[in-house]
Nanobody, 119 residues
């Protein structure tokens, strides 16, 4: 019914930047909240940032002032601009979206993209 495809992960040095993208496709009628989560080895998945359809956003305290979430409703796409990256930002980053298809409304997840911050 709907799929999320992420891109933009990789290896970056501390202090560097990366931009993650997530595009939703399928028989989509409307997308409500879109967000990014991350999961580091041995840790639980945690919320990084979320953005409403109207553009209101919320960030985890650990990324405030460094990460920026944005979206384009016409393109069904959400981005996460990550600046001043730290080694503790290393994790698999997952895109999440609350999607209303023509049949149902469900929570969808992307496949995950690895972000590694290391010198």
């Amino acid at each position: 019914q709907a799929q999320l495809v992420e891109s933009g992960g990789g290896l970056v040095q501390p202090g560097g930047s990366l931009r993650l993208s997530c595009a939703a496709s399928g028989t989509i009628f409307l997308i409500y909240n879109m967000g990014w989560y991350r999961q580091a080895p041995g840790k639980q998945r945690e919320l990084v940032a979320v953005i409403t359809r109207g553009g209101d956003n919320h960030y985890a305290d650990s990324v405030k002032g460094r990460f920026t979430i944005s979206r384009d409703n016409a393109k069904n796409t959400v981005w996460l601009q990550m600046n001043s990256l730290k080694p503790e930002d290393t994790a698999v980053y997952y895109c999440n979206a609350d999607i209303q298809t023509w049949q149902t409304r469900n929570d969808y997840w992307g496949q995950g993209t690895q972000v590694t911050v290391s010198s």
